[in-house]
């Protein structure tokens, strides 16, 4: 675990934006149950791809985006661990990943970005990436 005043920062960039956290597997498991809507949820991390790419570009897609999900969340790796641990069981078969980024409809995952589709892109591509997710997948 990291300290949590060295990852608070690295929190409050997704929280200042509308993020809620899932600290606990419950959080996990009570949101997806019979959820209708869109949600994404972001697996934060402290690497350097999370920092430069990750989470800005999850900053530039929610300015951007003329259509939203309906719920934002993050849980943090390495931190949130039964969160994270319950999100990646969610997700499989994708290997365990982070910074990864999971979108779902009415609960069910329908795209899912992984560590390496982050990797080596920058903010806006990112950014502009989700942009074409929320809009694929949160129009009626």
């Keep these: 675990m990291y300290p949590e005043d060295l990852i608070a920062p690295m ?5 200042d934006v509308g993020f809620q956290e899932f ?3 419950e959080d996990v498991i009570n949101h997806l149950k019979d959820h209708k809507g869109t949600t994404l949820v972001v697996i934060n991390s402290v690497c350097g791809c999370a920092a430069g790419a990750a989470r800005p570009g999850v900053r530039y897609a ?3 985006s003329s259509v939203k999900p309906t719920y934002l969340a993050t849980a943090f790796a390495g931190n949130d661990v039964s969160a994270v ?8 078969p994708y290997p365990p990943s982070s910074p990864a980024m999971a979108f779902f409809k009415d609960g069910e995952l329908v795209h899912f970005i992984e560590r390496h589709h982050i990797e080596g892109r920058n903010a806006q591509m990112i950014g502009d990436h989700l942009v074409e997710v929320f809009e694929h997948f949160c129009k009626d």
């Excluded at 929190?11 to 929280?15: D, F, I, Q, S, V």
């Design 11 to 15: 929190r409050a960039e997704l929280t």
């Design 62 to 64: 929610i300015e951007k």
């Design 23 to 25: 600290r606990t597997d």
């Design 85 to 92: 641990n319950k999100i990646r069981e969610v997700v499989l």
